[in-house]
């Protein structure tokens, strides 16, 4: 509009005129004029934008990789769907390594019965709620994981600092999560609030915020109290018969509830039964949501079953259980791992064996058997692997 104003209300004779003619593109005739200038206005706007964009974000990029994978990654991750994990430990960790390449939109709901190590420690002396399953969660939801592990994991040696400072054997990352809960007053608000100066992909969050102290009634009557006696079997004379909570009905963080009510997938496991999962499971409020949702759920269960909690337990073992204590096995699919080349290192730790016969015994689950054993590590799952196979039931499912 500008260089037609110009040419049309400006005089020019001789060779200024000869110029102006032939620098306005006035030999042109409109039409292709107009397709010239959009086009050349559109390239020299998309080169500017796009290394404007990346000197902008060069900074931020924690990976080698170009700008345009980075974004491609961002924005498929931001269309991934809702996705809720419920359990704690080493397990859920995992898991979430796994299902954070496919969508940022991700709840890990974490219990808050651990009574044992550095957590236990802070627990009794401060009476702060235990943070080292949040720790570990948040740590596998961070994008700059490896060094966000040292840190966080980085473990004190009490007699590096002098007679009267009792940090031996203290996680910086529990530490970081005390002195946030200080901060905030509410330790909720505290794990969010970590959560967003550490920039992680998702959200971690407590499934209640009233100190429980996890209990086990044995099949002999007696009455193992606290985690860390049942997950080490301190005292255990025989099977475990049920779980419960002190207090019975803990309130569940409105947050968590309302994560699995907007859920498109929830994930239980994996992770120790008793200790990890179920905790979660006795909030009444998570187990009542999880039931209503419409979600697509899924259990994955364990590759290998730990002695002092689940010995000789089968695949129908683990969701005999959760109609034990919540009535329900609650999911539509299992993963099942069926790969057995490899032994478990110790022979402690055997494979949860596929009892394929009682499977027809749940006819609204379908059972998925695959390997997913991660290869230098036999009795933990390979993330990738129980991601791939979560995301494509997904997808057939919502197809």
């Not at 309130?251 to 997938?265: C, G, M, Q, S, Y």
């Not at 394929?356 to 058997?369: A, D, G, M, N, W």
């Amino acid at each position: 509009m500008l260089l037609v104003n110009f040419y049309r209300t400006v005089g020019f004779s001789g060779v200024a005129g000869v110029f102006a003619y032939y620098s306005t593109g006035q030999f042109i005739t409109r039409p292709w004029r107009a397709v010239l200038l959009i086009l050349g206005g559109g390239i020299f706007a998309t080169y500017g934008t796009w290394h404007f964009q990346s000197a902008f974000l060069e900074p931020f990029l924690t990976r080698r990789e170009k700008l345009f994978d980075t974004l491609q990654r961002y924005y498929r991750a931001n269309r991934g769907p809702r996705i809720v994990t419920i359990g704690g430990g080493t397990g859920m960790s995992l898991l979430l390594r796994g299902v954070k390449e496919y969508s940022n939109s991700i709840t890990a709901i974490v219990t808050v019965a651990d009574s044992g190590g550095s957590s236990g420690r802070l627990r009794k002396n401060l009476g702060v709620l235990p943070p080292g399953d949040i720790r570990q969660n948040i740590i596998a939801l961070s994008d700059t994981e490896s060094l966000m592990a040292k840190l966080f994991d980085y473990r004190f040696e009490g007699d590096r600092y002098g007679e009267g400072l009792s940090l031996e054997g203290q996680n910086f990352g529990n530490l970081f999560l005390v002195a946030m809960n200080n901060i905030t007053g509410d330790f909720a608000k505290a794990v969010t609030e970590s959560s967003r100066i550490l920039a992680i992909r998702g959200r971690v969050l407590p499934s209640t915020v009233t100190p429980i102290t996890l209990c086990a009634r044995l099949k002999n009557g007696e009455i193992i109290r606290e985690e860390e006696n049942i997950d080490l079997g301190k005292f255990v004379a025989s099977p475990i018969e049920k779980v419960f909570l002190e207090p019975e009905a803990p309130t569940a963080l409105p947050e968590a509830v309302d994560a699995l009510k907007k859920a498109e997938i929830i994930i239980l496991g994996p992770g120790d039964l008793y200790t990890s999962i179920l905790p979660n499971l006795l909030v009444p409020e998570i187990s009542e949501a999880i039931k209503q949702s419409s979600a697509v759920k899924f259990f994955v269960c364990n590759v290998a079953n730990k002695p002092t909690e689940t010995a000789n337990y089968s695949v129908s073992s683990y969701l005999e259980t959760f109609v034990k204590h919540i009535g329900d096995p609650l999911v539509h699919f299992v993963l099942i791992n069926n790969n057995f080349d490899n032994p478990p290192r110790r022979e402690t730790t055997p494979y949860v064996k596929i009892d394929q016969e009682k499977f027809k015994e749940y006819r609204k689950i379908t059972f998925v058997q695959d390997d997913f054993i991660e290869p230098t590590f036999t009795v933990r799952h390979d993330p990738k692997k129980v991601a791939s196979a979560i995301m494509t039931l997904f997808k057939e499912v919502n197809f």
